[in-house]
């Protein structure tokens, strides 16, 4: 008996009754048991008692953490029981989750390591394929996700696409201004997702939130027009300054066509090299950049016209609210006539959002927050690359940034 409760102890076994412990054909350590009398005979999904149904499909096996270096499983029988709710379901077992073949402390050991070390560091380490470890972080952060209310108390919110590399889709996010934290995200970017939140947040809370931030994208302004029409939309300051860039690398693609069509190869060499020092805020640049962009100073105007377009534009985010707003105004008055068509376009696009755009800088907006959550969401992206899913890369980042990441089983 004293023995039978070491090894309970030993697999973190709760509420169950150790019956058998042997070695396997692999060498690994099987440790038989049932549930204790009050954990039996209950729904998989929903705990609740219920009439028996049949035996299942026998035993089953579910991959427990190892003991130092050896496999060990938890094998027991799995019954059916017939639920008032879900009809036949596997009986719950208090060790593991529903659908699983693994303990609930192998899980969440497997999503604490996912969210904290590198791929092939989880995989190596825990023995398991990487799209395995997709499917346990959707249902750890599934359950999670079940026992604390994200969207509770919302206020001041971001939602945003990820952007895509190609052929990939990543998910639309909404992020929480004042924590810093996502608090809901979904694979797809058009309007259904974005009434999928609203629907998710209900009628009561959409009209108490006070400061939506966004791109210009009319599928996220729609509906949020719509539904929360108290709420302040606020133009996202990171998608301002990217058209600013854009219309930069407009110039300097042109200026760099006009360049080698009229043979002159070392400018165009010289302007493809200068790329970096146009693209970096200046405060970055190197002392080779500083110096290239000098000479673009000397020899070119109109490159060196809208790379100073850019900076005063993203200067603006950088002011107090009152001069940032008179400097907006100058800003749009000199972009007018630039003579830089894709200033003057960015202008007009500017002067049509305009109120979101001053909503964002009186309401001091912090970008940084938003940016730092998409330079993570890149990063869980690129690393869960191998998912199944856009469910399993959802699910890694809100066990990432949403605080749902179980601790460690000990
Ligand atoms: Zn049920």
Not at 165 to 176: A, M
Not at 375 to 384: F, S, V
């Amino acid at each position: 008996m004293r023995s039978k409760r070491v090894w309970a102890r030993l697999l973190g076994l709760k509420r169950a009754v150790v019956e058998d412990v042997f070695v396997g054909d692999q060498g690994e350590v099987v440790v038989a048991a049932r549930p204790n009398w009050r954990e039996r005979d209950r729904c998989g999904i929903c705990r609740r008692r219920s009439p028996g149904f049949d035996l299942g499909e026998g035993r089953r096996r579910w991959r427990a953490l190892d003991l130092g270096t050896t496999f060990a499983y938890v094998e027991a029988e799995a019954p059916r029981v017939r639920c008032r709710r879900h009809g036949v379901v596997v009986c719950a077992v208090p060790w593991a989750r529903h659908g699983s073949r693994f303990t609930r402390a192998f899980e969440d050991q497997v999503a604490w390591l996912a969210v904290n070390c590198s791929k092939t560091a989880v995989a190596a380490l825990v023995r398991i394929a990487w799209r395995t470890v997709g499917g346990i972080c959707e249902r750890v952060a599934a359950e999670a996700g079940r026992e604390v209310d994200l969207l509770a108390g919302l206020r001041r919110i971001g939602i945003d696409e990820i952007s895509h590399r190609k052929g990939q889709r990543y998910p639309t996010v909404v992020v929480c201004h004042d924590t810093g934290r996502l608090v809901w995200a979904a694979a797809g970017r058009d309007r259904a997702t974005v009434e999928a939140f609203l629907d998710a947040l209900g009628e009561e809370r959409c009209k108490r939130l006070e400061l939506v931030s966004c791109d210009m994208a009319a599928w996220i302004a729609g509906p949020i027009g719509e539904r929360c029409p108290q709420a302040e939309l606020c133009l996202d300051p990171f998608h301002v300054v990217q058209l600013a860039t854009d219309a930069l690398d407009e110039v300097r693609r042109e200026v760099w066509n006009e360049a080698r069509r009229q043979g002159q190869t070392a400018l165009a060499a010289e302007l493809k090299g200068a790329r970096f020092a146009l693209w970096k805020n200046p405060e970055h640049l190197t002392a080779r950049q500083r110096a290239k962009l000098s000479d673009i100073e000397r020899t070119n105007r109109r490159l060196y016209r809208a790379y100073l377009l850019k900076e005063q534009q993203r200067q603006i985010y950088r002011l107090p609210a009152k001069s940032a707003v008179a400097l907006l105004e100058r800003w749009l008055q000199w972009a007018r006539r630039c003579r830089l068509p894709s200033f003057v376009k960015l202008a007009k696009t500017i002067t049509q959002q305009r109120a979101g755009i001053l909503a964002a800088i009186t309401h001091g907006l912090s970008n940084a927050r938003v940016e730092a959550i998409n330079t993570q969401i890149r990063l869980i992206a690129r690393r869960a690359f191998g998912f199944h899913s856009a469910n399993a890369l959802i699910a890694l980042a809100m066990l990432s940034l949403a605080d749902l990441c179980p601790s460690l089983p000990h």
